[in-house]
């Protein structure tokens, strides 16, 4: 079974611009998390999508959004990028509404320069 | 307000010998907590789980230890092995997966395993 798999590894920008992230779930599962790392830190919740809709947000400005596609596929969107926006970013997948069990991807490193 | 504290960075611990991961909670609302391992440039993988009916859970090497009473949980790893040099992550929430939900994490532990 394949895991969740994300992309681009690794992603530089310059403060201003817009970085979008790509997650694939796990084959079956509809529910699609994503998570920023910063430095020295936890995970901090940015956003949970399950068959296509936003169930719940965290506590970020709304130039952070995302979507989900009809295969389950998720985008993170993040605009008008700043430094602080640096980061690992980490999408998870899970079998909706059942368990809290998350299987997550390597990530996307980015870099905001 | 750290609903999910950890409250060593790190931890440093001989090969073969017993670590202890420690992890405080302040939410009376969370009945359910996972742990999670990290290596570098890898996300992090679900290890073991508890829910607030019991106080221990067990599988292999690993024990999670919950009591409630003083909302503090305890991974322990015996023995420990070099393969366990990680970041472990407490992680908690209410029981039921629900869009009012999410799973509220700690900020981790590096465990260093020493040979």
């Known amino acids: 079974e394949a895991g969740v798999t994300q992309s681009p590894t690794h992603l530089i920008k310059t403060r201003g611009q817009q970085a979008t992230l790509r997650c694939s779930p796990i084959s079956g599962h509809t529910s699609v998390y994503w998570y920023q790392q910063a430095l020295g830190l936890g995970l901090q919740f940015l956003l949970w999508y399950d068959e296509g809709e936003e169930r719940n947000r965290g506590n970020f400005p709304p130039r952070f959004s995302g979507r989900q596609f009809p295969n389950y596929s998720s985008e993170l969107n993040v605009n008008a990028l700043e430094l602080e926006d640096s980061a690992l970013y980490l999408c998870a997948s899970s079998r909706t509404g059942i368990e809290w069990t998350l299987h997550f991807g390597n990530g996307t490193r980015l870099t905001v320069t | 307000d750290q609903q999910v504290k950890q409250n060593s960075p790190s931890l440093s611990v001989q090969e073969g010998r017993i670590s202890i991961l420690n992890c405080d909670y302040t939410?009376?609302?969370?009945?359910?907590f996972l742990w999670y391992k990290k290596y570098p440039a890898e996300g992090p993988t679900f290890l073991i789980s508890?829910?607030?009916i019991k106080d221990k859970n067990e599988d292999g090497r690993f024990t999670v230890f919950l009591n409630k009473s003083a909302k503090h949980l305890s991974l322990h790893i015996v023995p420990s092995q070099p393969g366990d040099s990680a970041v472990y992550f407490c992680?908690?929430?209410?029981?039921?997966?629900?869009?009012?939900?999410?799973?509220?994490w700690g900020a981790g532990t590096k465990l260093i395993i020493k040979p």
């Open positions: 992680a908690a929430s209410p029981r039921r997966v629900d869009s009012n939900y999410q799973l509220i």
């Open positions: 939410n009376s609302m969370f009945d359910y």
């Open positions: 508890i829910s607030s």
